[in-house]
């Protein structure tokens, strides 16, 4: 496989404390790979580190050419890696329009008017709240601006971590349908979730990360026929 995203070995953390230890994923242009596990797990530290926000302890992870444990997060960011982190973290203080105009600012920014106007046919009720401040909008919409945002950038590869966290069930439905047609447009994503059951619907491979270490690796029918992973994140 040719990878746009090949980590190996992986292992960050905080401090001493490591909390990645030993991670292995890899991700081809155009797939959609999810990063499955639970609360404290590892998933939010992997990003972090992915996006040069955590300093790795040791280990292989390139993107394309770029060496992104050497990379700072700005450089990973112009390279077409861009994260939507778990919370949103929009501006609140800051309009729909102006939160979206800062996702062009490392990347992209002379095509910033052609990708507003994508954002705005994906995300309509954007376009209706474009001169409202985010921190009025509800939580669904907030979650249409981060994803919006990161478009903007015209990402190579998009981190979505946690989408579906604190929205309605219907919400969760149609963000997994959303990330589904991003995906159907050609767009790499790298989706990191606990919503173990909604995400091997649309994911191509998966990986199951418990306690820092990649525990299952495989297609969803793969992992579907593991009796272990179905008992332990499916309930079944």
Same mark, same amino acid.
């Given at each position: ?15 001493? *404390? ?16 999810? %990063? ?26 390139? +993107?394309?050419? @770029? ?8 450089? /990973?960011?112009?390279?077409? $890696? ?11 203080? *800051? ?15 002379? #095509? ?26 509800? &939580? &669904? ?6 994803? &919006? ?7 190579? @590869?998009? /981190? ?9 069930? *219907? $919400?969760?439905?149609?963000? +997994?349908? $959303? /990330?589904?047609?991003? #995906? ?7 989706? %990191? ?8 619907? /649309?994911?191509?491979?998966?990986? %199951? ?6 525990? +299952? #690796? ?17 309930? $079944?």
């Amino acid at each position: 496989m040719n990878r746009l995203l090949d980590v190996r070995d992986l292992r960050a953390g905080y401090g001493r *404390l490591e909390v990645l230890r030993g991670v292995s994923i890899g991700l081809a242009e155009g797939e959609i790979v999810a %990063v499955l596990g639970s609360n404290g797990a590892g998933k939010t530290t992997l990003n972090n580190t992915l996006s040069g926000l955590v300093r790795a302890h040791g280990g292989h992870a390139r +993107f394309g050419d @770029l060496d992104l444990l050497a990379a700072r997060s700005a450089q /990973i960011v112009a390279a077409g $890696l861009v994260q939507v982190p778990e919370g949103r973290r929009v501006f609140p203080n *800051l309009t729909v329009l102006e939160n979206l105009e800062l996702g062009a600012y490392r990347r992209a920014r002379a #095509h910033r008017a052609r990708n507003l106007e994508r954002v705005f046919a994906t995300f309509p009720r954007l376009a209706e709240r474009r001169r409202q401040k985010a921190g009025t909008t509800s &939580g &669904g919409e907030q979650q249409m601006l981060a994803i &919006g945002r990161g478009l903007m950038a015209e990402p190579r @590869l998009l /981190i979505l971590d946690e989408p579906s966290l604190g929205l309605s069930p *219907l $919400l969760v439905e149609e963000m +997994f349908a $959303l /990330i589904r047609r991003l #995906h159907g447009e050609g767009l790499a994503i790298l989706l %990191v979730e606990q919503n173990v059951a909604q995400s091997l619907e /649309i994911a191509q491979r998966a990986y %199951v990360v418990e306690n820092g270490s990649v525990r +299952f #690796h495989g297609t969803p029918a793969e992992l579907l026929a593991s009796d272990e992973l179905r008992r332990a994140y499916l309930g $079944l």
